[in-house]
């Protein structure tokens, strides 16, 4: 073979396995050789199993040999971020709070994916419990960008993102509250989709914020997005909030034919705060998409420059209202030599987050508490509402939505830390999407000068990830997608 066997695609290796050409053992080794040749440098993985994944492996041989109808993804490695709950595995959430927390059941994403034959390659870091936008946030450590080791992946499924593109991990699942899937994506040169809210289940993803969080899936192509997706969409009566609707397979109905699609570009998104070289790659897209049968025109979603607040805002809440139930009661961490009770809750609380986690903790119980209620939490659910009309407006008129993924190419490790609002401001692009409950996926679109990646954001009307993906495959193929970081 002239490549190894880590380096193709997940729909290129399950066409290998099918044809018997390799063993998901022999794809397993290579991609867990792989992460013990790099992690040291680049830290995406907080756990590996070798042993398990191999046993994991060896039924799906058993599976793909017996010759029955077998999934696509039987015998392919699959990193999961380390937030999604799996049974005997630690989930630590990357945070001393969970920190020897393991699972007595899987989450339903989990469950599917293992009755698809597919591997677990192991635990990916990620910010703790989701709460940042580079990965710096984490408990254990600080993954690296693997096109520049002194940048950021992006967050908060960092781990996820790093992983894909480096070859440590085939594809893998992240989560995305406010762009946590489509930013790293962005930052580390492969794709990401942050699917239509309640389109994949969320029992068994540990909540940051539950009206926004939606697992999704990575990968180096397009197809291989569409083929996790279509392996983890459904309906789960697990998940109160899951849709109970059809669900077509995506890889099956993937298109580069773009002829007529409307494709609507917000100057909102163009403006201050976005670097002119992101802008200008995106611009590139698009104008080689016209030229492939797309139209363009011009919306307006006024609202945009809002939406972080109001992100920031409803998130919060719901995060200080989710991690009240850790306080070293139940499960997790317990502090040590405490006064009474109340001492043991603000002792462990205080020992088990960390400053960010406790940061948005401080600021949810601010905007939810008496008298600062109405003035705070309820005109951001007004501004949520305003957002999602605004977004409905605008796809009367187009079919899709096309805007830069992150403002900037990935930045210097340590160089927002200081400063929270900097860092926040990394999510301006994304946060609008998971307020308006609509899918999103984040594409290559070019690279800086120092040759660092771009991305693209294409979004969607609600479940209609099957047009963001197919200009998503047109893109890809006008461009020539991934690029391997030279690592």
């Given amino acids: ?217 990575f990968g180096r192509c397009v197809k291989d997005v569409a083929l996790l997706q279509d392996e983890i969409q459904g309906h789960d009566k697990m998940d109160a909030t899951s849709a109970d609707r059809k669900y077509t397979s995506l890889y099956d109905n993937l298109s580069e034919d773009i002829s007529g699609l409307k494709i609507g570009m917000p100057a909102e998104y163009f403006g201050e705060g976005i670097k002119p070289e992101v802008a200008e790659a995106v611009m590139n897209s698009v104008r080689e998409l016209e030229k492939r049968g797309a139209t363009v025109a011009s919306v307006s979603l006024p609202s945009t420059g809002y939406a972080l607040s109001a992100y920031y805002i409803i998130a919060c809440a719901e995060a200080s209202s989710n991690l009240a139930r850790f306080d070293g ?49 309820k005109k951001a659910k007004l501004l949520q509402k305003r957002i999602q009309q605004e977004f409905s407006d605008a796809f009367k008129s187009v079919d899709v939505i096309v805007t830069p993924t992150s403002p900037s190419e990935a930045f210097k490790i340590g160089d927002r830390v200081s400063d929270p609002l900097a860092m926040y401001a990394a999510d301006i692009c994304t946060v609008t999407v998971n307020i308006a409950g609509l899918p999103a996926v984040s594409v290559p679109c070019g690279y800086s000068a120092s040759g660092l990646p771009f991305g693209m954001q294409i979004i969607g009307r609600k479940f209609d990830e099957q047009t963001i993906l197919n200009l998503a495959q047109a893109h890809e193929s006008a461009f020539g997608g991934f690029r391997r970081p030279k690592l």
């Fill in 1 to 217: 073979m002239d490549k190894k066997l880590y380096e193709y695609n997940a729909y290129e290796l399950s066409e290998m396995l099918r044809a018997k050409k390799i063993s998901s053992v022999e794809l397993t080794n290579s991609v867990l050789d792989r992460a013990e040749e790099v992690d040291d440098k680049v830290d995406a993985y907080l756990l590996t199993d070798r042993q398990m994944s191999l046993k994991m492996a060896e039924n799906a041989d058993k599976l793909i040999s017996s010759g029955e109808a077998k999934p696509r993804l039987a015998g392919i490695p699959i990193g999961i971020k380390d937030n999604i709950s799996t049974t005997g595995i630690t989930t630590t959430c990357a945070s001393r709070m969970l920190e020897n927390y393991v699972p007595v059941f899987n989450a339903t994403v989990i469950d599917r994916l293992t009755a698809a034959g597919s591997v677990i390659s192991g635990k990916l870091n990620m910010d703790e419990f989701a709460m940042g936008s580079s990965t710096e946030n984490s408990y254990f450590k600080t993954t690296k960008n693997p096109f520049d080791l002194s940048c950021v992946p992006g967050g908060s499924s960092g781990g996820s993102a790093a992983a894909v593109s480096c070859g440590e991990a085939v594809i893998a699942l992240g989560s995305d509250t406010g762009g946590s899937i489509r930013q790293p994506a962005s930052l580390c040169g492969v794709v990401g989709l942050k699917p239509t809210y309640g389109s994949v289940s969320r029992y068994g993803l540990v909540a940051f914020a539950s009206s926004l969080d939606q697992i999704g899936p």
């Fill in 329 to 377: 009661v139940k499960y997790g961490y317990r502090a040590k030599d405490c006064d009474g009770l109340t001492d043991m809750y603000e002792k462990t609380r205080s020992e088990g987050f960390g400053r960010e986690v406790k940061r948005r903790i401080m600021l949810g119980t601010f905007v939810l508490s008496s008298g600062y209620f109405d003035a705070y939490y």
